[in-house]
């Protein structure tokens, strides 16, 4: 069965044409590694019924566009990083945002 991955990235995909293949590249190592199906989608009702909410954070100048979506998701927040596009320091700034809600979080980084 496929797991859903929500993609959080800057609006303007931090005007690096190439962010959203570049996430779908490391999406496709970690699937690789785990031997399970991932797929990014932004079908809400779909990832809301999965057990684990896995959100990768493609980008920097993303904890806005988190936040509308946090909002109509229950936690745990599984936030997953990339080595590139300032995904940690965003992670780390949603993350301390999660925090100040009373809400869990944890993110998840480093080589598949």
């Given at each position: 069965?496929?797991?859903?991955?929500?993609?959080?990235?800057?609006?303007?995909?931090?005007r690096d044409?190439?962010?959203v293949r570049s996430c779908e590249d490391f999406l496709g190592e970690i699937e690789k590694s785990l031997g399970e199906s991932l797929t990014f989608s932004e079908n809400l009702e779909?990832?809301?019924q999965q057990s684990l909410r896995l959100f990768f954070i493609g980008s920097g100048g993303s904890e806005?566009?988190?936040k509308t979506i946090y909002?109509?998701?229950d936690g745990p927040y599984v936030l997953l990083t990339t080595r590139s596009h300032n995904?940690?320091?965003a992670s780390m700034e949603?993350?301390?945002y999660l925090n100040e809600q009373g809400e869990k979080?944890?993110?998840?980084h480093g080589s598949p």
């Open positions: 069965m496929t797991k859903l991955v929500w993609l959080v990235k800057a609006p303007d995909d931090n044409p190439n962010l779909a990832f809301k806005q566009v988190f909002e109509s998701v995904s940690l320091a949603i993350l301390s979080g944890e993110i998840l």
